[in-house]
């Protein structure tokens, strides 16, 4: 019995043992399997990187912030105050040190003046650069006793009239905004230079800021500036300003000034010649002569009949009415004449002769003739 017992204990130890190692088998398994569950959901999300700070310094220098910024900012607000003219309807903003009774926004009047409240009389604004015009306030006030010791600074806020016009043989003809000292050379560099048919000539046309600008100067005694002895029209040579670099012809140009750059002439070569057309007269002064347009037009064809050449010219006292002068072509070829000068819109006719004509028609017909001859030889 007492074996029995013994037996019995031992097989219940054994399932029990049993049990206990399945049991923690399974807990293993249990941990083998949720352990990388339980790492994963806990491992936080991959984010990813921050980005790199910009490097603006590597922009061209035109796209740098500074300088996209200083492109808003308006052409008046750069206008420098030694250069930019005042112009009638200006509006200009004032500022007077410690005085805020005068420091607002004035507007130039049509006819040019500045009326300041509390001085006895208007200032003559037109013409003047926001330098000058300050000064002139300045002492003004310094005058009538109201300030000791002014300072007066101007800004422009808005302005109508600050243009050009440049017309005429340019390649890129219209309005230009003008807010500083401008030159003739300038506004040829802005209209991208001259067309490929321009002479060398240039009118300009003065507008009321410069013509202002000279009587108030006649007025006052003092020497125009140059180019508004005559207000109402200047003649440039383009010739001497682009070629020759005369600085006189580099007029200054005003608001409402306009400038117009004159065509070169054109003359006509036609009949027989080798290169009929028209050719441009560059240079006025530049005399064109009969064998300089033989030259350009490649010289007379064999048929020609110099003798008869003429000049068909514009006759200056008959509107659409023309004169033919006889050029001895043959002559002038040989050194026998002198030779004749072509002007402007002249046409150049070197006519065919017809006793060559049919003279060159026969020799044709005979070379023909005796071509078809030799082939027929047997």
Not at 53 to 70: C, E, G, S, W
Not at 196 to 218: F, P
Not at 223 to 247: C, H, Q
Not at 310 to 334: F, S
Request: net charge neutral.
């Amino acid at each position: 019995m007492k074996h029995k017992l013994i037996s019995e204990a031992h097989s219940s130890c054994n399932l029990s043992r049993m049990v206990k190692a399945f049991v923690c088998t399974l807990l293993w398994v249990a941990v083998a399997f949720a352990a990388p569950g339980a790492l994963w959901a806990q491992k936080p999300a991959t984010l990813p990187p921050d980005p790199e700070t910009p490097r603006l310094d590597l922009l061209p220098a035109n796209l740098q912030p500074q300088r996209i910024q200083m492109h808003r900012t308006t052409a008046l607000q750069m206008a420098d105050a030694q250069e930019y003219v005042i112009c009638p309807d200006d509006d200009l903003s004032v500022d007077v040190l410690d005085v805020p009774e005068l420091t607002k926004s004035y507007r130039v009047s049509p006819t040019g003046i500045l009326t300041v409240p509390l001085l006895s009389k208007p200032v003559q604004a037109v013409g003047l650069t926001l330098a000058q015009l300050a000064q002139r306030l300045e002492e003004q006030l310094q005058a009538e006793g109201m300030v000791s010791h002014p300072h007066v600074t101007i800004q422009v806020k808005e302005s109508r009239l600050h243009q050009i016009a440049i017309a005429g043989a340019v390649k890129k003809p219209q309005m230009y905004e003008l807010y500083g000292k401008t030159t003739i050379l300038d506004a040829l560099a802005q209209a991208e230079g001259l067309a490929d048919d321009a002479g060398n000539t240039a009118i300009i046309t003065r507008g009321d800021v410069a013509t202002r600008l000279a009587e108030l100067e006649q007025a006052n005694g003092t020497n125009p500036a140059s180019g508004l002895s005559n207000a109402a029209i200047v003649t440039v040579d383009l010739k001497r300003l682009l070629e020759d670099g005369d600085v006189t012809q580099n007029f200054q140009l005003y608001p409402g000034d306009r400038i117009s750059v004159q065509r070169a002439g054109i003359f006509y070569v036609v009949g027989a010649v080798n290169k009929p057309g028209g050719f441009i007269l560059k240079d006025d002064r530049q005399q064109m002569t009969v064998l300089k347009a033989l030259a350009l037009s490649e010289y007379t064809k064999t048929t020609a009949a110099p003798k008869r050449t003429i000049i068909v010219r514009q006759a200056p006292k008959a509107p659409g009415g023309t004169l033919d002068i006889p050029v001895e072509l043959d002559k002038i070829l040989q050194g026998r004449a002198k030779d004749r000068v072509l002007l402007a819109n002249d046409i150049l006719f070197i006519p065919e002769s017809s006793g060559k004509i049919a003279l060159h028609r026969a020799a044709e017909a005979a070379a023909q003739g005796a071509t078809l001859l030799f082939y027929r030889v047997p």
